[in-house]
């Protein structure tokens, strides 16, 4: 048995107000403590999205009454809201811009109203772009600027990584995260480790679809070869249902919560990345970044010897399906200990909706 920290995902989805038939703040919560995450950060891109003070307001008190984890929640950076944003930034985990298509309708276009964005954020903590290839390298024009700090989310091309590494070089206060799926699967969902032995025909239709897109396998070499640029895992859990996944217009998101430990374990026995690294980037890096508390007495217990599958049918999440279904990983978590309760043990959620704390609150622990 050996212990971690509990991890902190700095990229999730809870459906929360407005989808709550995929996942809200106490399954998803719970599906992150079964993953050995012991923090979320809550993406505001819900029906309607979280964009002023009420809505703010609103998603906090549900989140109060059913989080099981901790957590902070997202600001979403909209047409008119940059004063009105940049107000909410103490109890926001951060402000998230959406630069290019994806699921939700937070997209900004037009660049000047990127620029007021980056004006008015007060640059505790960053700016988080979903900014793919050039709208990428625009966002990162913006970050110099404005001298603020940007963090990329779900990078996943090797052009991507490689500017990145360019602009840390030259001073650029840029951070960055990468989602396992980038790492472990190719376009179509074929994997790209023997752990997806299972699997090698890919995903079917809707399954595939994420954004941003799985990318080539050389993409997904550059993002192994170059994991010293890259900050942060972040799971990028984004749940939708096996009905809606397979329909003709299926959303594009993968859940990931209860995959991220088994996935990343996995990798460090097969010698593609260290413990350190791991810890590194699921626990340190995303506390310094986004400016989070140390939780006291928490800690993950995993069994890295367990050999096993991973089964949709044994998660948590409401969303019922993973793109890792039947894949052979080596590593389980078997207990989790959040703030001196036993949060989690041999397949168990042992605390209930409302145990959870919003980390941005003063007096949180
Ligand atoms: C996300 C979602 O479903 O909310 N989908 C996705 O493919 N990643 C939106 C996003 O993070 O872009
Ligand atoms: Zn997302």
């Not at 809550?42 to 809505?55: S, V």
């Not at 052009?159 to 396992?180: N, Q, S, Y």
């Not at 397979?246 to 919560?257: A, R, T, W, Y």
């Not at 340190?284 to 995993?302: A, D, G």
Request: proline letters at 7%.
């Amino acid at each position: 048995m050996i212990r971690l920290p509990g991890l902190i995902d700095p990229h999730v989805h809870l459906r929360e107000p407005g989808a709550v038939h995929k996942e809200d703040y106490d399954s998803g919560t719970a599906s992150a403590l079964a993953g050995g995450v012991t923090m979320v950060l809550a993406m505001p891109n819900t029906k309607p999205p979280i964009f002023d003070a009420d809505t703010l307001d609103s998603v906090l008190n549900s989140a109060q009454q059913k989080a099981r984890c901790d957590y902070a929640q997202y600001v979403g950076a909209g047409a008119d809201n940059a004063t009105v944003a940049a107000a909410l930034a103490p109890r926001a985990a951060a402000l998230k811009m959406y630069l290019d298509a994806t699921f939700g309708q937070l997209r900004l276009d037009d660049m000047t109203l990127w620029m007021e964005h980056f004006m008015r954020w007060p640059g505790d903590t960053p700016i988080v772009t979903h900014s793919e290839s050039r709208s990428m390298g625009a966002a990162l024009l913006m970050a110099q600027m404005y001298n603020k700090p940007i963090h990329i989310a779900h990078i996943s091309l090797r052009e991507e990584v490689l500017l990145i590494k360019a602009a840390k070089e030259h001073g650029i206060r840029v951070t960055c995260e990468v989602c396992p799926h980038h790492l472990f699967l190719s376009e179509g969902g074929i994997p790209l480790s023997t752990s997806g032995a299972c699997c090698t025909e890919g995903l079917s239709g809707g399954r595939a679809e994420v954004r941003p897109r799985l990318a080539t396998a050389q993409d997904a070499a550059a993002l192994w070869e170059n994991l010293d640029v890259i900050d942060c895992f972040a799971t990028d859990h984004a749940p939708h249902t096996v009905p809606e996944k397979d329909s003709e217009n299926p959303p594009p998101g993968f859940p990931g919560l209860e995959s991220l430990l088994p996935l990343l374990l996995t990798a460090v026995q097969e010698g593609r990345l260290t413990m350190e690294q791991l810890v590194e980037k699921a626990v340190t890096n995303p506390r310094r970044i986004f400016k989070l508390p140390v939780q006291h007495e928490t800690w993950v217990e995993v069994d890295e010897n367990a050999v096993y599958e991973l089964h949709a049918a044994e998660m948590h999440s409401r969303c019922g399906w993973t793109p890792f279904e039947g894949w052979k990983v080596r590593g389980r978590v078997t207990r989790v200990v959040l703030r001196g309760t036993e949060a989690f043990k041999d397949g168990k959620i042992l605390v209930q909706p409302g145990f959870g704390k919003n980390v941005r609150e003063v007096d949180w622990d």
